[in-house]
């Protein structure tokens, strides 16, 4: 009895959240956003980086 | 977008990152070397001498809390200064309380934990070795963490919130809950009840604190390192909340076959088997999402999270499988579950805990970074990992056959003594790839990380994209379905609590109420004080105290626990790992003597044994035990008594209680002798020597089973029989029959330090028996005259048959109330040489109730007795 909750439970969570996804394209849009959201934060960190180290290298290059 | 914020690489505090990050490799080595030293201690288990601050136990405590608080802790913090600024575009709460945090997490709790679980302060209990007074400090640290990352995140809105983040929350938040059902609640709820609890832990702290983090690290630094977004954020998050409702669910699978009830225990199968599917999906979506950067990616943190996406897979399905009842009755309690559990914590959750750190590392502009350390350290790790994986899964597979054919305890840990060796080899090439990893984040130029990445990837970054935003509607349903499903997350938590923590412990206490006898005995002061000693000395961590309901288990060990016999475990000792055999039922199977000398010199009584030496709990001898040696002796002697006190009526009345419960039935059909099934017997009901084994099989078994208290040569003379008393027998001064031979391999030889051999078949009976009779040269000295002989008579009547008996059959009235309760000699099937025979009359013997006779018989009344007894001998015409 308590298996079959589970079970069931479990499986009508991922069928709805499933479902949601085939059946509402904005949804779908929705949820695949932070992917790419987060792809850009990552990349602007690393470019911050990378032009920190520019930067310091740039430094110590120069001619006193 | 013009801010006058600072950039996002400003936000990220390098110092903390760099701080918990160094603090991380630091404990990890520890902790490595504390692994080191208790794989040693398998096959050299006097390595440490009897120091019982580097005893097996107690390293063994200190090395799984090393791993998980110290290394995997530490480096997940390194990874949440870096990430949380990245993921959330805000600087985490305040340095202040990341110092804060920093210093209880490493001085209040791994320092002082180390020291108190190597001083004998700890829990006996798996993944919560941790005493209390450390895990209060625990609690505080994971509340910290909430107040340190988790604003930075509720500042966004939920329908923004990459999958990583709901990792990092989800770890934050349900860690606090769990962690207190396996560290605190057994020490409140007793025995089977607290073991239920116990079980969810072991699971949670894996399942809610260890991989939800590492799956962080994962889902960060593949995009971060490839490039590219993740293939699906949809089947991320289908994942996320999969194995959140799941994870909590699969608690009870580590008591499968256990008295906790069956209902709970079929749904966590269920649960693993469904958390399995989970994680295909999730594996998948790694997968897919580094299509392209090669098996062998040339970025290192790259290279360290796609084996890490490897190891997962593998170690959940195996996972899945292994709570299945099937393979569970095989191989739970082998090598195989030390298998598992290293590939999960030093496979899958450490690779992905080195990729997050040096991709953090990498981006620190003041940091040290040495490459090729770094390539070496990966190679080593992944070499050493599959090889103690692979090593240890082969040597379970073993373990478990000879467990289910009944094979003797002894020749499991004989048979694993190569695997063991093995293991000790991959854990140097683990060790070698850690103080690799330290090289490769302290050594080389400052800076280095960035200039490499910018090796690794020379294109520049493109533009920054604007994300794909959705109608608000579609925001709000996003953000509502995200709020439902977490309610349902901690919904599920809830009911993981109820189903496989508080309703069994309805059920057992109910049980419990129903079963137990009136008044069953507890423990004694004394025996408290041993249980402390024993819980302490991580004797639960070889020995288990759960006779499980199979018939395996039910052969070698006796009847299957039930839950009333644990009323008084605080907290339970059930353990997960048999090194040694069972013990729940051990009480009355040794003498109290054969503890002393077991404990003192393990390897004197049973040459095989891998048991450390505990002779600090003793004044130099086993003659000399100090208190907590009597406590713990004492203690051992009460493991089964409740219930063989409670049998027959107890049993009856118990059975009664449950006419319905199929499994709990197994508890009272299965043995007819609640207790240990090896232990000494009366004599008779022997069944035949077979043909015997091979001469040579006899002297092995000799040498393996028999030396250590007879000698090589049936001398009496082994290292352990100075401390036995009686003393072993001189088998070279006694003649046997084969059918006195039988007797005393089966039943043993009751009061004396010699056990029943039941679990060896009857041609390694046999064989032995030839070799004792081989052994066997008694002189009969000078010859008996009739006058000797009627003498011998007189006087056998007159002061010897009250205890062996008018026919020497060693059943004289006085025989069952002897004051020491060795039995007479049968005199009809055993003869001593004539040498000896005056010896025992003139000094008796030592540990039995035999006296000197001197003061009561003549030179030549002793002479003539011995003649007299000597001519009772039968051969085998019995």
Redesign the interface.
């Known amino acids: ?3 079959t909750i ?2 069931v ?2 499986l009508a ?2 069928g709805a ?2 479902l ?2 085939l059946l ?1 394209p ?25 032009d ?2 520019e930067r ?1 290298e740039g430094a110590a290059d120069e001619p006193e | 977008m013009q801010t006058t914020e600072p950039a996002t690489e400003h936000r990220v505090d390098t110092l903390l990152v760099a701080a918990h990050g160094i603090a991380a490799l630091v404990t990890l080595l520890i902790a490595v070397v504390f692994g080191l030293i208790i794989s040693l201690q398998f096959f050299l288990p006097d390595l440490t001498g009897s120091v019982l601050p580097l005893g097996w136990g107690r390293l063994r405590y200190a090395h799984t809390q090393g791993v998980m608080f110290g290394w995997l802790g530490n480096a997940f913090l390194a990874f949440l200064y870096h990430a949380v600024p990245v993921l959330t575009g805000q600087a985490v709460t305040s340095r202040r309380l990341g110092l804060w945090l920093f210093g209880i997490w490493n001085f209040a709790v791994m320092i002082p934990g180390w020291i108190l679980v190597l001083a004998g302060v700890s829990q006996p209990l798996e993944w919560a070795e941790f005493p209390l007074a450390v895990d209060v400090f625990i609690l505080i640290a994971l509340g910290l963490c909430a107040l340190q990352f988790l604003p930075a995140f509720f500042r966004r809105g939920l329908e923004t919130l990459y999958v990583s983040s709901w990792y990092i929350i989800g770890a934050l938040v349900f860690t606090i809950m769990a962690f207190p059902m396996g560290n605190i609640v057994p020490e409140l709820v007793p025995g089977a009840a607290g073991a239920a609890f116990s079980g969810l832990w072991i699971h949670d702290a894996v399942g809610l604190f260890v991989t939800p983090l590492a799956l962080a690290i994962l889902y960060f630094v593949i995009p971060a390192s490839t490039g590219r977004p993740i293939f699906s954020h949809f089947l991320s998050m289908l994942g996320f909340w999969g194995l959140f409702f799941l994870y909590p669910l699969n608690g009870t699978h580590h008591y499968v076959f256990s008295v906790i009830p069956m209902a709970a225990q079929i749904s966590a199968i269920a649960a693993s088997a469904l958390l399995g599917v989970i994680v295909v999906i999730v594996v998948t979506n790694l997968l897919m999402s580094m299509r392209g950067a090669g098996v062998f990616p040339r970025e290192v943190a790259l290279r360290f999270v796609a084996m890490s996406t490897i190891f997962y897979l593998i170690v959940s399905v195996q996972g899945a499988m292994q709570a299945q009842m099937s393979l569970q009755r095989a191989v739970h309690f082998t090598d195989w579950v030390v298998a598992h559990s290293h590939l999960a914590m030093l496979g899958f959750a450490t690779f992905a805990a080195i990729g997050g750190l040096i991709h953090a590392w990498q981006r620190i502009s003041w940091a040290r970074y040495n490459a090729a350390a770094l390539s070496w350290a990966y190679g080593l790790l992944v070499v050493g990992v599959i090889a103690m994986f692979v090593d240890l899964t082969v040597a379970g597979l073993v373990q478990a056959e000879l467990w289910l054919d009944g094979s003797p305890w002894l020749d499991s840990v004989r048979d694993s003594r190569p695997y063991w060796i093995v293991r000790t080899f991959s854990g140097l090439l683990l060790g070698g790839g850690f103080v690799a990893l330290l090289v490769g984040l302290t050594t080389g130029p400052r800076g280095a990380g960035a200039q490499t990445l910018a090796n690794d990837r020379p294109e520049p970054a493109a533009a920054v994209v604007t994300p794909r935003l959705a109608p608000a509607g579609a925001g709000r349903v996003l953000t509502m379905s995200y709020v439902v499903a977490g309610v349902a997350g901690v919904a599920f938590f809830v009911m993981s609590v109820s189903l496989l923590g508080v309703w069994p412990q309805q059920i057992l206490a109910e049980q419990t109420a129903a079963m137990a006898p009136p008044n069953p005995l507890g423990l004694t002061a004394g025996e408290e004080r041993g249980r402390v000693v024993y819980a302490r000395e991580g004797c639960a961590y070889c020995h288990t105290q759960q006779i499980r309901y199979t018939d395996a288990d039910i052969t070698r060990f006796g009847s299957p626990t039930l839950a009333w016999e644990t009323r008084f475990d605080y907290p339970h000792l059930w353990g997960t790992r048999r090194i040694g055999p069972d013990l729940s039922r051990a009480g009355a199977t040794r003498t109290e003597n054969w503890h002393y000398v077991h404990l003192y010199a393990p390897r004197a009584v049973s040459p095989l044994s891998i048991m450390p030496s505990y002779a600090a709990l003793f004044d130099g001898s086993p003659d000399r035990p100090t208190q907590e040696a009597r406590d713990l002796v004492a203690y051992l002697e009460t493991l089964g008594r409740a219930r063989e006190l409670a049998w027959p009526e107890g049993d009856a009345n118990a059975a009664a209680a449950v006419p319905d419960d199929r499994w709990a039935q197994m508890a009272f059909a299965a043995s007819s002798l609640n207790a240990h099934p090896g232990r000494t017997q009366p004599r008779g009901n022997v069944p035949a020597l077979g043909s015997p084994a091979s001469a040579d099989t006899g002297m092995m078994l000799w040498a393996h089973n028999c030396a250590g208290c007879h000698g090589e040569t049936g001398g009496g003379d082994g290292p352990a029989a100075q401390w036995l008393r009686p003393r072993p027998t001189n088998l070279a001064e006694h003649e046997y029959t084969r059918s006195r031979l039988a007797d005393a391999l089966w039943n043993g030889v009751h009061g004396t330090s010699m056990p029943g051999w039941r679990d060896h078949s009857s041609a390694d009976h046999a064989a032995l028996a030839e070799l004792v009779m081989g052994f066997s040269d008694p002189q009969p000295g000078p010859a008996a005259s009739a006058q000797q002989l009627s003498l011998g008579q007189r006087v056998y009547a007159q002061h010897c048959a009250e205890c062996h008996g008018a026919t020497g059959a060693g059943d004289g009235f006085a025989a069952n109330d002897l004051p020491v309760p060795v039995a007479p000699t049968d005199f009809r099937n055993q003869r001593v040489s004539y040498a000896a025979g005056v010896g025992i009359l003139q000094d008796g013997v030592d540990g039995t109730s035999m006296a000197p006779w001197t003061d009561r018989l003549s030179a030549a009344e002793i002479e003539a007795v011995v003649h007299y007894v000597r001519s009772l001998f039968d051969g085998d015409n019995l």
């Open positions: 009895m308590i298996t589970i079970v439970a479990s969570l991922a959240f499933s949601a996804w509402k904005d949804l779908r849009e929705q949820i695949e956003a932070p992917k790419h959201l987060f792809h850009d934060q990552v990349r602007q960190y690393d470019r911050g980086v990378q920190t180290r310091s």
